[in-house]
């Protein structure tokens, strides 16, 4: 599988990994966060880890648990990504889930949609976290859908767009399923979709998520609302979907359709690779 690096970004950086963790810098803050795929020993010292870090997320269940904060961490702060003069904005917090409201190694994606899209065409994001793949999109002149159950992240993705005076985009609070199949009966079309689906979750309505068994339907449904040309981003981080399951399901139900798979990673200032997942492009001929 082709290994995609995220390309470099003058307000992220991972400093060091190793032992189970990664230490970041988003803009001037610089954070110690869990990496199970950080499995060598680090570059720095514990105690110069201890001297950069302003804060450390303790993980006590997977995905959730709570910050120590060392320094007088801000509650918000904000980080800027350019494409040349037109710039996106993300405005960060501190989560109990480990997440900052940014994924680095999305980049690549953010850099694809804008080169790809333009005006006239149109992205519909599901599972859309804090809108990177919207905003970029919308810099681009495309018409965006943003879809994500979860109202505090759909108001979230919304500040950002408004600090980058980013205008526009179609904001909705539904799981990407149920929404997905009412488009197919409005017949509605787009040139390109990308998710980004958990393993597991439940929407505002208590609909349940699991991947393994509501994925494949999804891609398919989702297929149908695919313009001649327009083609399907996956991002995929569960262990639960390597690609040695999903792929040969997907090529079984794409099989006359173009299926192209990329490998995420992240790398530290020490060349060292993170692995973050795999991206999956299927197209429409």
């Not at 963790?21 to 954070?31: A, D, P, Q, T, W």
């Not at 110069?48 to 709570?66: C, D, T």
């Not at 695919?226 to 979907?241: A, H, K, V």
Request: proline fraction near 5%; charge should be positive.
């Amino acid at each position: 599988m082709k290994i995609c690096i995220a390309p470099p970004w003058n307000e992220y950086e991972i400093l060091d990994s190793g032992r189970g963790r990664k230490l970041e810098r988003f803009g001037s803050v610089i954070l110690i966060r869990p990496e199970i795929n950080a499995v060598w020993q680090p570059a720095l010292s514990s105690e110069e880890w201890e001297n950069l870090a302003g804060g450390e997320f303790i993980e006590e269940q997977p995905g959730k648990g709570h910050w120590l904060n060392f320094r007088n961490l801000p509650e918000e702060w904000r980080l800027s990504y350019d494409f040349g003069p037109r710039k996106m904005f993300f405005l960060l917090r501190l989560t109990d889930f480990k997440h900052v409201g940014v994924f680095p190694e999305q980049t690549k994606n953010w850099q694809y949609l804008f080169s790809r899209l333009s005006e006239g065409k149109s992205l519909l994001n599901l599972f859309a976290h804090t809108g990177g793949a919207s905003m970029a999109a919308s810099l681009a002149g495309a018409k965006v859908t943003h879809v994500d159950s979860v109202y505090t992240m759909v108001g979230w993705a919304k500040k950002n767009a408004e600090a980058a005076g980013i205008n526009g985009i179609r904001w909705i609070c539904e799981d990407s399923v149920t929404f997905v199949e009412k488009e197919i009966k409005r017949k509605s079309s787009y040139h390109t979709i990308i998710m980004d689906p958990p393993t597991y979750g439940f929407s505002k309505k208590g609909r349940q998520w699991k991947i393994e068994r509501d994925l494949k339907p999804l891609l398919e449904n989702s297929f149908l609302l695919l313009e001649e040309g327009g083609e399907i981003i996956l991002n995929c981080y569960s262990r639960r979907m390597e690609e040695e399951r999903l792929l040969p399901l997907l090529r079984k139900s794409f099989s006359a359709q173009p299926v192209e798979t990329e490998r995420l990673v992240l790398q530290d200032n020490q060349g060292r690779q993170i692995d973050c997942g795999y991206l999956v492009r299927i197209r429409r001929l």
